[in-house]
């Protein structure tokens, strides 16, 4: 299963904030944690990562600094700040409200086996 | 470095990416950087899992994703970064190793220089008073191209032989331009002063150069810097104006009169700007797009029009042109205009690209021209002959002459060109060709004039 682009877009903002506000991390390792959490289907171009977090950056949700690396590469890391953690309650909330409308609809239609119905339309 | 990319192909191929990524206009140098360990973070976790060197580039490359596609979205982030700053990027000045901002500084301090070289006459009883505007008009190249001069010698480290010339020409030029016995408010010294600073520009051009005079594609960018110089000095004039619109009503808002002052100061203000005009144009050179071949790209088609307007209506109605004091001056600046558009069309031109509309039109311009020169000369001769020749009229008709011989070779060789018998090179290098000509020129009105017609 391919998750969409508007909606791995979407949920770039929160993941990136919840997993910088976790430790202090860098690029490469957000984009590992995102595909542990997401067992691999939330699938980003790598390089898609950086503008997101350099607009994050720009609106002064996180911090970047450099360090260096375990082999003394420089490397730049990320840190949250205060508004960062203010907006990551922010886009928590809506998440939940939106996940909360989908549950709800989920439960009332009752589908069974998740999308059966639409299967059933096309017989053969 | 190298050395270490022969061991280890990896690092090469990781070098090579860098490079790709490094052109892009929207991706900064620390992006790359970020970018790249987070190739080698993707390159060293593949490899665990059990792929080689090469596939394991090769799929983080992949992972990464298009350049174009990263570099597109770095735009969107970044947008800022699409339009070059006028002001000399830090960056550029951390790269230099502190080069840029010590370049900075020489720049400043030579511009301060010229400006408070100005006032340094004043203080040896030449105030800047109506008994001796003679004075500073005949000297006022001489406060600042000498330190322009002196600018690009250091910046292209030239060896000491260029400094003795230079110093030698700048020097003579003082001489002339003050032992002269110039009676007070004459046609020569006045001439002097127009002419001086234009053959001193040219001996500010050997320094520009760096030694390589005799090289035609020196002398073209010499000709494109003096182009750039221009526009850059205009723009900053006229931010100088508003700046001093400002300052002159606010302190009068108080009821203080600034314009003694500021009136003091300007001529010091325009030499500084001289200084820093000629330092953007060399830090900017790469930057940004060169204005004035757009300029003339935008104003070609339309003087071209309007000369041929212009010679339809005179043969229309049979009217011939009214000898005024002003004609031949103005009919100097027309060949001077037409020159310039010819000048940055050709400084801008691929030599290899074959010829197109526009060449055209530039032939067109420069055959209008010359024969409406033609028309205006033919008319002028005929009343130097029946007046005989002042100072102003000689100089006026010298140049026109210098002009037209110019611009008459030129059609000719252009004209070869667009019959595909010669190559556009020929145009370029007569032009690179003739630039000495007019110093030539200026240099025998500054200084033979006044001999010849007894300093009045």
């Known amino acids: ?124 | 470095m190298t050395t270490v990319d022969a061991a280890n192909p990896l690092e090469a191929q990781i070098d090579q990416w860098r490079s790709y990524l490094g052109r892009r206009r929207a991706i900064h140098p620390t992006d790359v950087e970020e970018l790249e360990d987070h190739l080698r973070g993707q390159i060293a976790t593949l490899m665990e899992g059990g792929l080689s060197q090469d596939e394991a580039f090769l799929v983080a490359v992949k992972r990464l994703g298009a350049q174009d596609v990263i570099a597109a979205e770095f735009a969107r982030e970044h947008s800022e970064r699409l339009w070059k700053q006028l002001i000399v990027a830090p960056e550029a000045a951390d790269a230099a190793g502190g080069e840029g901002r010590r370049e900075m500084l020489v720049v400043f301090a030579l511009a301060a220089a010229a400006g408070l070289t100005f006032k340094l006459p004043a203080l040896f009883g030449l105030g800047m008073t109506g008994a001796n505007e003679g004075f500073y008009a005949r000297n006022i190249s001489l406060f600042v191209l000498p330190l322009l001069a002196g600018y690009f010698v250091w910046k292209r480290a030239a060896g000491a032989d260029s400094w003795r010339w230079l110093a030698v020409a700048f020097a003579a030029a003082a001489i002339v331009a003050n032992v002269f016995p110039f009676a007070k408010g004459s046609d020569t010294e006045a001439l002097l002063a127009l002419h001086l600073p234009i053959a001193l520009w040219l001996v500010v051009g050997v320094a520009y150069v760096g030694g390589r005079w005799r090289d035609g594609a020196a002398r073209m960018n010499f000709v494109r810097f003096s182009g750039e110089f221009f526009i850059y000095f205009v723009l900053i004039a006229l931010g100088g104006a508003v700046l001093v619109a400002f300052t002159m009503g606010m302190f009068e808002a108080i009821g203080i009169d600034a314009e003694p002052v500021l009136e003091g100061w300007l001529p010091s203000a325009a030499l500084g700007a001289v200084i820093v005009a000629s330092w953007l144009v060399e830090a900017k050179q790469s930057v940004i797009e060169n204005m004035a071949p757009v300029l003339t790209r935008l104003f070609s088609p339309l003087f071209t029009a309007t000369l041929f307007v212009f010679l339809a209506t005179m043969a229309w109605t049979g009217r011939g042109i009214d000898i005024q004091r002003e004609v031949l001056i103005g009919f100097d600046l027309l060949l001077v205009l037409v020159l310039g558009l010819l000048l940055y069309s050709i400084s801008a031109r691929d030599p290899h690209t074959p010829r197109g509309a526009f060449d055209f039109v530039l032939v067109a311009l420069v055959v209008s021209a010359l024969v409406a020169d033609g028309v205006a000369l033919a008319a002028i001769a005929a009343r130097i002959t029946e007046y005989g020749s002042t100072p102003n009229r000689l100089a006026a008709l010298g140049m026109n002459i210098v002009l037209l011989g110019n611009l008459a070779w030129s059609a000719w060789l252009y004209l070869r060109f667009l019959r595909g018998r010669g190559a556009f090179a020929a145009v370029e290098r007569w032009q690179t060709a003739y630039l000495p000509v007019y110093g030539a020129w200026a240099a025998i009105v500054a200084v033979g004039f006044p001999l010849l017609f007894g300093y009045r």
């Open chain 1, 1 to 124: 299963m391919d998750i969409g682009k508007d909606l791995v877009a979407a949920s770039a903002t929160p993941l990136v904030l919840a997993i910088v506000a976790e430790a202090d991390t860098y690029g490469y390792a957000i984009l590992k944690r995102v595909g542990e959490l997401s067992g691999g289907r939330l699938q980003w171009t790598d390089g898609m990562l950086y503008p997101v977090l350099h607009r994050l950056e720009r609106q002064g949700h996180i911090e970047g600094y450099w360090g260096s690396s375990d082999t003394g590469r420089r490397r730049k890391y990320y840190r949250i700040t205060e508004r960062g953690l203010a907006e990551l309650k922010e886009q928590r909330a809506q998440w939940q409200a939106v996940d909360a409308a989908l549950r709800s609809i989920w439960h009332a239609a009752s589908l069974p086996g998740g999308w059966a119905p639409l299967g059933s339309l096309s017989p053969g």
